[in-house]
């Protein structure tokens, strides 16, 4: 696997924007998936794991009573691919992990914690379409048959129903992406997509070690994080465009008008 520090902006820019040519269509077209993580050391690790001891059997008892209590709220689509989205978007323990088509909303959750600027950051990029390369072929030929290069949630659902059915293929374990429904602004601004395991227990890191060439580090140094913040809020990527509403203008204007310095916090 890639990791390579970045020694400036303008070193970062072209570590984000690298290998997104696409020779085929003679523009720029990423095929990457990006998540920014403020501590270079946090794990890929997803928010079912982080539930501890046997996670693996309270998942479908989570998603089951999720979908019980917030039927009221929701929903249009009855896939459990939609419920799972909607679950993983406001905060319930999934298998799911958030990743962006934006190297620059990464780099703004790399850099969105100023308790956080004492220590390198990180940009984690994944090209999902060559991932898709060692899924099982029901799921390669629905991607080709639909003419795409990841799934939307009534896409996966044609191939794959339910997490036991994904869980149940005797191959190695894959990872898919699919992009979740467009349920709010925060999911549309943030250009959101989401990634799946098909064993809940493995770690984005033990998936990476399997598939080194597919992925890539990009360490932010600590050093150089106020000046990456500067010029993200300056190109309008913060919290009141991510996080539409009266919160996010609030985390905005908070963090944008703190000192630089810790000594008077």
């Known amino acids: ?94 298998r799911l992990l958030d990743w962006t088509h934006s190297p620059l909303v990464a780099l703004h959750f790399a850099t969105c914690n100023t308790d956080k600027y004492d220590v390198d ?61 467009s349920m709010d602004d925060r999911i549309i601004n943030q250009y959101a997509l989401f990634s799946v395991m098909s064993d809940a227990t493995v770690s984005g890191e033990q998936w990476a070690e399997r598939y080194p060439e597919l992925c890539k580090k990009i360490v932010i140094p600590a050093e150089l994080k106020w000046e990456v913040r500067d010029k993200l809020d300056q190109s309008n990527i913060t919290e009141r465009v991510l996080f539409p509403g009266l919160d996010g203008l609030s985390k905005w204007l908070s963090r944008h008008y703190s000192p630089k310095s810790n000594e008077f916090r």
Not at 5 to 34: C, D, M
Not at 41 to 63: A, C, I, V, W
Not at 126 to 148: D, S
Request: with cysteine.
């Open 1 to 94: 696997m890639q990791n390579t520090h970045a020694t400036s902006w303008q070193h970062l820019n072209e570590l984000l924007f690298a290998e997104t040519w696409n020779e085929k269509i003679g523009r720029f077209r990423s095929a990457f998936a990006y998540r920014g993580l403020s501590d270079v050391q946090y794990p890929l690790s997803t928010t079912l794991m982080r539930l501890g001891g046997d996670f693996k059997l309270l998942e479908q008892h989570l998603l089951r009573n999720f979908a019980k209590y917030a039927h009221r709220n929701m929903v249009s689509d009855e896939s459990m691919w939609h419920w799972l989205s909607v679950a993983q978007h406001h905060g319930l323990p999934t």
């Open 121 to 181: 950051g990180a940009i984690w990029a994944i090209n999902y379409e060559q991932c898709h390369n060692f899924l099982p072929k029901e799921y390669r030929q629905t991607l080709v048959n639909e003419g795409a290069n990841t799934f939307t949630t009534s896409l996966l659902s044609t191939v794959c129903s339910s997490l036991q059915e994904l869980s149940g293929h005797n191959v190695p374990p894959f990872v898919l992406f699919f992009e979740p429904p």
